[in-house]
């Protein structure tokens, strides 16, 4: 499979604490992105790193990619209580016949407790 | 409104039944996605669409049937309803390659 997986599954902290949470992949990418689902609810896009890019930063969100590893992270700074989500993944694949399609990994569920 | 929906946003039927999930896009957006999310699967791939009259297989296609006429519709049929396909529809589109704008889902339930 050349989705990505996130680590840990789930992560439990309290508000003003950071939320770390990381994605590997197999393959090579042309982008990565982080999208968020509120429980019941579709997915929102966050933020967007591409592979030639190394850190990307859009508020609370700070993202890292490391191609020579196959990983990325994303952390959250300061967690409010309204972050409590699942956080997924997903990547872009460099190939020409899979443009378009991204593929997720199964999700952090995050919890920030008050 | 502008934006993605689907309809119905629940739906329970029988096994064997003929179901259609509807998606329509305000955007104009080249690209449109049908994916299923099941406990323990995360997001799988049912079928794309690149443009009106274009469509792909994803990597759980068997059982479904699409179209694409309009570039705003992307309807999403199961041809004859099986439990397994009991789970959470979502579609998405996008302009480019990148990013993915995703509706609020369709719950369905095969009984």
């Known amino acids: 499979s050349q989705q990505g997986e996130e680590d840990p599954q789930a992560l439990s902290i309290q508000e003003g604490e950071n939320a770390t949470m990381n994605c590997s992949y197999k393959t090579s990418i042309n982008n990565l992105q982080w999208y968020r689902q509120n429980s019941g609810r579709g997915l929102v896009h966050l933020i967007l790193?591409?592979?030639?890019?190394r850190e990307k930063h859009s508020g609370r969100l700070r993202v890292t990619l490391d191609t020579s590893k196959k990983s990325s992270s994303l952390l959250i700074t300061a967690s409010r209580a309204a972050d409590t989500a699942s956080y997924f993944c997903a990547t872009g694949l460099d190939r020409g016949s899979t443009l378009g399609r991204l593929y997720f990994g199964r999700g952090t569920q995050l919890t920030v407790w008050p | 409104d502008a934006g993605i929906t689907q309809s119905p946003r629940y739906k329970i039927t029988e096994t064997g039944r003929q179901v259609t999930l509807m998606c329509h896009q305000t955007?104009?957006?080249?690209?449109m996605f049908w994916y299923r999310q099941d406990l323990g699967h995360g997001l799988r791939l049912i079928y794309y669409s690149a443009a009106a009259d274009i469509t792909d297989k994803g990597e759980v296609p068997d059982g479904y049937v699409v179209s694409r006429s309009k570039t705003e519709n992307f309807p999403l049929t199961l041809e004859s309803a099986t439990r397994s396909q009991t789970s959470v529809y979502f579609c998405?589109?996008?302009?480019?390659?990148?990013?993915?704008?995703f509706g609020p889902g369709t719950r369905l339930t095969v009984l």
């Open positions: 955007w104009s957006h080249s690209y």
């Open positions: 790193i591409r592979s030639n890019e």
């Open positions: 998405a589109s996008s302009e480019r390659w990148d990013t993915q704008y």
